[in-house]
């Protein structure tokens, strides 16, 4: 082995470009943030050929001294922090300075800086880590700084970059996450000649939020704004409703710093847990604005993770705090303008929720009073109390599908399959947890053939699946005989649900995991309950849906983050029809 010897700066500040710099966003990021801690006010960023050809972003901060632009360069040279005990609160984007001295080193550098509104700036040039120019210039107060044919001298990282579609939408995303972390900043993206971006300065969070997610988000949205002890958190959860199949539009800004961390990630995919399931991602814009010192932004260089000093706390307060505004959209919530209050029709006082129940107990179960009263005008209906409940009395079923109803407001339309399954899932979960999950035994078992993996499956889980409300034998390598299942569910496709069950069970593993993703496995259990299209329901039994829809919590949306209900009031139908116009 060679002895040993101190890296030359030049290839330390390469391994470091490895590092920081891994793709033209990584870079545009970086001197985005350099712009920001200068204090600009509007920023200009410029991209050929997705970054790789040239990146530019002009800014019109403090810019720097001619003489410091050597420094500005050099590896370890920072203006922002002086001791190691800064560290502890750091209130700046950067701070390791690195990133200039690692983008020198791997690409071709320029920075154009003036301090004076006399525009007596200077240039600094650099290739590949040595100096090529070094001079006056001309530049308003601010900086710009220029990066040339990245990767021009390590053509093994070039090979990793992708299209230039890919790498445009990386740098794309850096600039909307700083532009909604930065809600005041002006920024511009320009693509080649285009301008892609235009995200103008001084019109405040809700306009840059509508600015870059669109007017639908904001009005399909809540506004969140939570405080606790030394933690404030704020923003924007869309409803259940307004969801995307990927998860990019999720945007967690920690001290104004966009994260991806895994711990708050966490806790806001549980809150939405119950409310919306299946490859669906929710939308959210959300700030967590902590005491600095109470997180460490010193865990990775390019500071998309950052550690909390009270992680659990902070996990329970983002969980808590979401968890509150997402399950409050029962259906008498979300129907505010009427004055038609929850729990105040006769029937639907029993509370809490009652023990199995398939759609046809649920219609045994009403009380004589209500059923049979869907046939009549409103008027006729009003119970004791002199009130219509929020989902009005049903009128018909239109193709076997919806149920319309009437309500004070107007009319009702409800996905009955979504309602059914909502109200299924709320009462299986609730049964679950109360470890009384009712069985029923089946008249006749069901035999089926599975996979050998899933037949053990089958004897290793007994408890976990009797917890489920399943009593399940193995009947031969690869067959297994049902006898229970559970009461709520006797009515469904046994056996769909019971192989869906295993196939599940069979990713999932262990026991552990199986508890942790209960709610889950209950909610696909419950869709294969749910009564399907073209089934025709008497009006006491749809009136019986809405009832329980009423007492069931999150019954404005389906498992699968669907709407169960819409209301389309009087007044909307007059404008349709130009009524008193
Ligand atoms: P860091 O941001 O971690 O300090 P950098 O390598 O990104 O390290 O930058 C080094 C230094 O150069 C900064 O501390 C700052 O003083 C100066 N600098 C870089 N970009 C700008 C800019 N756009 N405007 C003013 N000063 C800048
Ligand atoms: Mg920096």
Redesign the pocket.
Known sequence: MARIRKLSDFVANQIAAGEVVERPASIVK??I???L??GAHLIKISVDQGGVKRIAVQ?D????PADDLRL?VSRF????ITRAEDLDGVHTM????????SVASVARLAIT?SVSARGAGAILAIEGGTETRFAPAAHPVG?T?SVEDLFFNTPARRKFLKSERTEFGHVNDVVRRLGLAYGDVGFELIRGDRNVERLPAKRGFTMRVENLLGPDFLTQSKPVDAKTDGMHLHGWVGLPTYTRSQSRHQYFFVNGRSVKDLLVGHAVRQAYRDVMFHGRYPVFVLYLDLDPENIDVNVHPTKHEIRFRESRRVHDFVFGSLNRLLSDSRPGKDLAPTSVTLHKSGYSTRGGYQNPMSLSQLVADIKPAVVGLGTHGVSAQNNQSGEIPPLGYALAQLHGIYVLSQNAEGLVVVDMHAAHERITYEKLKADHSAQALARQRLLVPVACDVTPVEADLVEEQAQALSDFGLIIERSGVNSIVIREVPALLADSDIENMVLDLLGELSEVGTSDVIKAKAEELLANMACHASVRANRRLSIPEMNALLREMEITPNAGQCNHGRPTFMVQSLSEFDQLFLRGQ
């Open positions: 970086e001197l943030e350099n712009s801690d200068a800014d901060g403090v810019g720097i500005a040279a920072t203006s922002k950067g701070f390791r300075g690195e990133a200039l001295a800086s900086t700084v």
